[in-house]
């Protein structure tokens, strides 16, 4: 009994020292963690999506030629622009030379054929078999002069030469231009957003070659299906690139603004996460006197950054406060001092 009056008379004189509120006798806090807190606010923000994608060319086109022809002159090189209608390869024509003597022959026995038929010597298949062979001769003739002189179908820049001056050419092309002015990504898009993209609404593109500059882009064609595997569709963009400043093979970072609304956004320094879990959460300060409160641990759900906020799509309303800094030394529950 005289060990239970002790204790109890200990407990009495800490209250009297602290007075119940965890301050001493001075009225000063005793060894209370500091923290500074804010409150939270419901602003109103961009609904945004970002994705990555590589910097693609608008066309590309492979130069190759179908004649047999060895190559005589090759007349840009990997770098070199090129304009739409442009000579680029030129091929040997000794075969031309060739067809063109039995066209000649095949022409002269045409007509003798023509001839004998008028004074009643030949027959009429016969000219028609040399007519349409006469006719396939010379209709692969012009094909094979089309093809001496190769010329760029677009204009852009030659990013592949494959052989050189007196190699007969291949499987591979000769040449390959990519068309550089615009330029595309393709990137593929959440299913939930297919409602929301539309053909010509602007996008912003970013490239980490560039920093934070922001390149003006267009949707420019909307894929109609869904990949089922990933959930996604996609949506090509294209890029004026009138300073030819990107090049195909960039990394791209894509913005779609889907409009504003109003979101709750608080400052990024006050999320913590937790370890060993992808949890986000903060600590909703109650004040308990001028100076001090006690935090709860409050579970969130992040949606857009922005810059150095977070957009908050669950867990916090409105005019709550929360603790800023200080989160390293606090549990739930625990109470707190005000950094002044």
């Known amino acids: 009994m005289k060990k239970i009056l002790t204790t109890v008379a200990l407990l009495a004189t800490l209250t009297a020292c602290t007075g119940g509120d965890g301050k001493g006798k001075d ?20 609904k945004t999506a970002e994705y990555t994608a590589t910097v693609e060319a608008f066309k590309t086109n492979n130069i190759s030629s179908n004649s047999g022809s060895r190559i005589k002159r090759i007349l840009v090189d990997v770098g070199s622009h090129v304009r739409a209608g442009q000579s680029v390869v030129i091929l040997d024509d000794v075969n031309i030379a060739q067809q063109q003597i039995s066209l000649a022959n095949l022409g002269r026995d045409l007509e003798r054929a023509k001839q004998l038929v008028a004074i009643g010597g030949g027959t009429q298949q016969t000219v028609d078999q040399l007519q349409a062979q006469y006719d396939a001769s010379a209709r692969a003739i012009r094909t094979m002069q089309e093809n001496t002189v190769l010329t760029s179908p677009v204009s852009g820049i030659v990013t592949a030469k494959n052989y050189d001056a007196g190699d ?66 996609e949506v090509e963009v294209t890029i004026a690139n009138s300073g030819e400043r990107v090049r195909t093979g960039m990394f791209a970072r894509v913005t779609f603004n889907y409009g504003s609304h109003e979101s709750t956004v608080i400052p990024d320094r006050a999320v913590v996460k937790q370890a060993g879990s992808g949890v986000r959460y903060v600590f909703l300060y109650t004040a308990l006197s001028d100076s001090t409160g006690s935090v709860t641990w409050r579970e969130v759900t992040l949606g857009s950054r922005l810059k150095d906020r977070y957009e908050i799509t669950d867990g916090l309303t409105d005019g ?13 529950g625990v109470q707190v001092q005000l950094e002044k």
């Open 27 to 46: 009225n000063q806090v005793v060894d209370l963690p500091r923290v500074t807190i804010t409150t939270v606010r419901n602003e109103v923000v961009d």
């Open 168 to 233: 007969l050419p291949g499987a591979l092309p000769i040449l390959t231009v990519e068309q550089q002015q615009p330029l595309k990504v393709v990137v593929s898009v959440n299913e939930t957003e297919y409602p929301m993209i539309r053909v010509g609404m602007p996008v912003d593109v970013r490239f980490d070659t560039y920093g934070d500059e922001v390149f003006a882009g267009r949707v420019s064609i909307i894929h109609p299906t869904i990949n089922p595997s990933t959930r996604t569709f």
């Open 320 to 332: 709550m406060q929360i603790v800023l800094t200080g989160q390293s030394h606090l549990t739930d």
